[in-house]
């Protein structure tokens, strides 16, 4: 008699962006173009390193004084100190009031994991989590996970092709009181100080819990202070919040999925506590941190020469970004495809909008093999002097094929 699988009832689960690359994996067109890699890439179409990173890592896995014993579950208290003090700044009042503390986590969606978690047990008064993000995020699987409801809106007004800065202030206007506010790349958000002032009031006023996302500090405008300064003016204003701060992407080390789960008090007190509890979650959940990226990251953190290094290595991917967008937005003028295109120039960072339509992307995607997802945010640093023509004349062609141009019609 057959045994019956105790797995006969699982279902295949729902793809996510991984059926994407999929696609694309198994497309033999020789000008394929993949645009939407979560990482950073380089121009010879791998994935960028800081080059120090490259020098540092020899060196650690050489160095004979290393104890290879299971790290604290916080984590290393050097790593800990140095990415803080990278978030809010080494002369941090804060910092210095010892009221802002972390927990090392496993990239930055364990960092998620690990404060839904903690939010779940110790905030029972409100289930409720809006997510405001360019993107849909994978953290709000997460919190769905646990129990919450989730509501999630993008900053990206695709009619008026920019970033809508009212859609946060009407999330937070709509939110329940006690909400958790969670705020993906809060570097890219364009509100102006009244308009901050004015969402610091409303989330004051109805106790609204924030939750910021950092994936990738110094991509944004290639200056550090700068895209950390909102936190810090949250941190002044005398809000407690938790941020998920990923030091993969700004450093090349993808593959260590280094993070930190930092946490903002309003006394030492407090924040002893809320560290005590997320320690026994983190137990749960992976109990030892891993090393290596963290020993990578604390050695150029702690090192002026080194920082200055990798600072250095920053603006050069921001200048590259830049110039890629603006390359893109001259091509497509040249080649006198229809509509604006100032909107790439005005977005920040690896990710952009191309504010293509649903025609146009399976346009693309069926004809041109250039796969992008059906937000149409790409990663601009996969383009480069190899496939740039290629993309803005496949561009082009895509928008004239949706418009029924005469002029694409007659070919």
Known sequence: MPTLSVFTDVPMAHKLEGSLLKSYKQDDHPN???????????????????????????????DPSL???????????????????????????????????????????????????????WHQDSRVVYITSFQKELYGLIFQDMGFTVHEYSFWNPKQMCMDPNILINVVKQAPCGSVLAVGSIADCKLTQSQWIKLMSIMKSKQIFPFFDIPSQGFSSGDLNEDSRILRYFVAQGF?????????????????????????????????????????????????????????????????????????????????????????????RLLGTPGSWDHITDQKGTHSYLGLNSQQLEYLVKKKHIYIPKNSRINFTSINA??????????????????????????
């Not at 986590?105 to 998620?112: E, H, L, P, S």
């Open 240 to 332: 407690e919040f938790f941020c998920s701060q990923s030091l993969s992407k700004n450093f090349g080390i993808y593959d260590e999925g280094v993070g930190v789960l930092a946490v903002v008090a309003l006394s030492n007190q407090h924040l002893l506590c809320v560290l005590s509890q997320l320690m026994n979650f983190a137990r749960v959940l992976w109990l030892n941190p891993p090393t290596m990226g963290a020993r990578i990251i604390t050695s150029i953190l702690c090192n002026p020469a080194l920082h200055g290094e990798w600072k250095h290595s920053l603006i050069r991917v921001v200048e590259n970004i830049m110039l890629i967008k603006e390359k893109v937005k001259e091509k497509l």
């Open 386 to 411: 190899n496939n740039i023509d290629y993309i803005t004349q496949s561009i082009n062609e895509a928008v004239l094929y949706a418009t029924g141009s005469e002029k694409f019609l007659q070919k």
């Open 32 to 62: 394929k173009t993949f645009l939407a890699y979560r990482v950073c890439m380089a121009e010879d179409g791998h994935p960028w390193v800081s080059p120090v990173v490259k020098k540092l890592r020899s060196q650690i896995s050489q």
């Open 67 to 121: 104890n290879y014993e299971y790290a604290p579950v916080m984590g290393m208290k050097s790593f800990i100190q140095a990415s803080l003090e990278l978030l809010f700044g080494k002369h941090s009042q804060a910092i210095a009031e010892n009221r802002v503390g972390g927990v090392h986590t496993v990239g930055d969606n364990g960092a998620f994991q690990l404060g839904a978690q903690f939010l779940r047990t």
